[in-house]
């Protein structure tokens, strides 16, 4: 290959335009390049070297070129970008353009239009040296496009991390009122506005501390314990109880369990009655955890009157 149109495309991570290409090399050069299997041309007007071309990361820079300023990384490419979730290899490169912007899905790539769109912030942002839509539009756009089993995960993430808040991602939500499966993703954004962090914590949401006799609980709130932060699952700030709900895998390390007695400990020096609940009991046996939790309450407020 052209000694300088291989610099041109290191320059580039792997990849050029044919705008760039043709102010260091000739037309034959190029072809050459091309011919040789070399360098493939991957979308119309964008070249990468042949040996990187199927790199996700590669396409996506070269979605970039292909939009020549004009689009965004969008859908469940933003979310791997956001690092949220990783895209399967076989995935579309998805890139949103503003309505007006005549340009055509092209494999790998899949174009799609925005009324108001604006290619810069805060509709727009840079992640990786690469343009993306803002964190909440992504979550919302992405949701649709996932498998229903794998929809909770990112959202999740990026709130239980502060990322975002349910409040922002409910007003990307009203942007899109023909979103697939609204009712599913507005339903989550509920159960982590009521402080679920967690799968786990919303089924118990769900199944197990909500319901008759339960009291209006808290959930992941903070409390200072020898001068750090900690956070309780679900607290019951009349009876100071603080219910635990054990994950199959974070709590089954043993210096996870041995972290999780000392906090316990420093708990109860504050006057804070903790119990634990298993991932294997909360799934399996909902309603005796539910039975359990009301006992518990009943004792605690028996013994404060």
Same mark, same amino acid.
């Given at each position: 290959?052209?000694? *300088?149109?291989?610099?041109?495309?290191? !320059?580039? !991570?792997?990849?050029?335009g044919r705008n760039e290409v043709d102010q260091v090399v000739s037309i034959r050069a #190029?072809?050459?390049?091309?011919?040789?299997?070399h360098v493939h041309r991957l979308l119309p007007g964008v070249y990468a070297e042949a040996a990187l071309a199927d790199q996700p990361a590669? #396409?996506?820079?070269?979605a970039v070129r292909y939009a020549g300023g004009r689009g965004t990384l969008s859908h469940t490419t933003a979310l791997d970008v956001w690092?949220?979730?990783? /895209?399967?290899?076989?995935e579309p490169v998805h890139l949103r353009v503003p309505f007006d912007v005549r340009l055509r899905s092209h494999p790998p790539v899949v174009v799609h239009q925005r009324r108001g769109l604006r290619i810069e912030p805060p509709d727009v942002v840079t992640r990786s040296g690469l343009p993306v839509t803002r964190l909440e539009t992504t979550l919302v756009d992405a949701w649709p496009?996932?498998?229903? @089993? @794998?929809? &909770?995960? &990112?959202?999740?993430?990026?709130?239980?991390?502060?990322? *975002? *808040?349910?409040?922002? $991602? #409910?007003?990307?939500? @009203? /942007?899109?009122?023909?979103? /697939?499966d609204r009712a599913g993703i507005r339903a989550l954004l509920d159960r982590l506005a009521s402080g679920c962090h967690s799968p786990l914590e919303i089924w118990g949401h769900d199944q197990?501390? *909500?319901?008759?006799?339960?009291p209006r609980f808290e959930r992941q709130v903070a409390v200072r314990v020898d001068g750090r932060a900690c956070y309780l699952d679900v607290w019951a700030p009349r009876e100071r109880v603080d219910f635990e709900l054990d994950g199959a895998a974070w709590h089954a390390a043993p210096e996870r369990r041995e972290a999780d007695l000392r906090r316990d400990a420093a708990l109860a020096a504050l006057g804070?009655? $903790? $119990?634990?609940?298993? !991932?294997?009991r909360l799934?399996? @046996?909902?309603?005796?955890?539910?039975?359990?939790?009301?006992?518990?309450?009943?004792?605690?407020?028996?013994r404060a009157a």
């Open positions: 290959m052209n000694a *300088t149109l291989r610099a041109l495309l290191a !320059h580039g !991570h792997g990849v050029a #190029l072809e050459w390049a091309v011919r040789s299997g590669v #396409l996506r820079r070269a690092g949220l979730r990783p /895209a399967d290899r076989d496009l996932l498998r229903r @089993e @794998e929809r &909770p995960a &990112p959202l999740i993430k990026a709130v239980r991390e502060r990322w *975002t *808040t349910p409040e922002r $991602v #409910l007003a990307a939500l @009203e /942007a899109v009122p023909r979103l /697939a197990v501390f *909500t319901g008759p006799g339960m804070i009655q $903790v $119990v634990r609940f298993t !991932h294997r799934f399996r @046996e909902p309603d005796a955890v539910r039975r359990e939790v009301l006992e518990v309450l009943a004792a605690a407020r028996r």
